[in-house]
């Protein structure tokens, strides 16, 4: 855990979070929090650390995301000395698509 980041603040907006339970509750929800352009960036992140995670190459994570070579090596950082969320995450997010087609 980032002690950088830790404090009441913050517990509140991840215990916040934590209550969403449909992805229309979370829609609403990051509507009201974040401009458009940061919900984009988020997902834009995230989607990039997916494609590394399956070795993709940055020229390909350029043009299929638009993500700027920077940003394509932070969130390359993030997966390599960071806290493992991404890592946790997909791993959850693959659980769940094994289970769904069942």
Request: proline letters at 2%.
């Amino acid at each position: 855990m980032n002690s950088k980041i830790k404090e009441p603040s913050v517990d509140f907006l991840f215990d916040a979070v934590l209550t969403l339970k449909t992805r229309d509750e979370c829609y609403a929800f990051f509507e009201d929090l974040c401009t458009v352009p940061e919900i984009k960036a988020m997902s834009q992140r995230l989607l990039v650390a997916h494609m590394l995670s399956n070795k993709k190459v940055y020229s390909d994570i350029v043009a299929e995301t638009g993500a700027s070579t920077a940003t394509i090596s932070r969130v390359n950082r993030s997966l390599h000395y960071g806290s493992d969320g991404y890592v946790m995450v997909f791993k959850r997010l693959d659980d769940v698509s094994k289970k769904e087609k069942q």
